[in-house]
């Protein structure tokens, strides 16, 4: 059996992953920034042990972290905030990148002296980075630098017997997605999603995209002219 620390265990692919993990037996070290959420998922096995604490604060990550040995990490929080009219809210922008990319790269910094050969590190990105939506410059610049960030490592980290795998979801059924005020295709729920990821991590897969049918869509509108691929992708994420 292995453990398996996972952040963003809150609520969401994370909490979903969590409950699906420990079912198995695993043991599983669940971390979030809302202890009352975490209380109530170690209700649900004695296999979970939780632990609270900001990944946007590095000093947090280092103190709740140093510890920790895991033979799967997976790098699950974020969130998502909109730039509305094409202004630029440079609070907002910092707010973003902050939590999807800096906060990951403050906890691998902080269990990076822990990994070993055997080991993978799994960091959840966004099909967002694809193609480039309105509204999403922030979140989908998080998600572009996370998945950059991830697939250099990997290159870094591949001769010391560490593995990487980027995650890449379409839309999700979480509390973030929930607050969406487009329409979703392709939207899966976060039972659906499990199933996706730990498929593809049993399979050792280093890229791990979903939905199929999300995936080629977004590709087929990457090949489209590039005018008639921008009237499109503003029709996708307005009211």
């Avoid at 980075?129 to 998945?147: N, Q």
Wanted: proline share 5%; net charge positive.
């Amino acid at each position: 059996m292995m453990t398996v620390l996972i952040t963003g265990a809150s609520s969401g692919i994370g909490a979903g992953l969590a409950r699906s993990f420990a079912a198995d037996g695993h043991r599983v070290i669940a971390c979030g920034r809302d202890p009352s959420r975490l209380s109530a998922l170690q209700q649900h096995s004695p296999h979970i042990s939780v632990r609270s604490f900001d990944m946007t604060d590095r000093d947090a990550c280092r103190q709740t972290l140093a510890d920790c040995r895991a033979d799967l990490i997976i790098l699950c929080a974020g969130t998502c905030e909109y730039l509305e009219h094409g202004t630029v809210d440079a609070g907002l922008v910092e707010r973003v990148i902050t939590t999807n990319f800096l906060g990951p790269v403050n906890c691998l910094a902080a269990l990076q002296s822990q990994l070993s050969a055997g080991n993978r590190v799994v960091l959840v990105s966004s099909m967002a980075h694809w193609l480039p939506f309105p509204r999403a410059e922030a979140y989908g610049a998080s998600k572009a630098a996370l998945t950059w960030f991830a697939n250099s490592l990997r290159l870094d980290w591949e001769p010391r017997g560490i593995a990487v795998t980027v995650v890449s979801p379409g839309f999700v059924d979480t509390p973030l997605t929930r607050k969406n005020d487009f329409s979703m295709p392709g939207q899966v729920s976060v039972e659906q999603a499990v199933k996706a990821i730990r498929r593809g991590l049993a399979k050792g897969h280093d890229r791990i995209a979903f939905p199929t049918g999300f995936c080629l869509l977004l590709r087929l509108l990457a090949g489209l002219p590039e005018g008639l691929q921008r009237r499109l992708l503003r029709r996708m994420v307005r009211p």
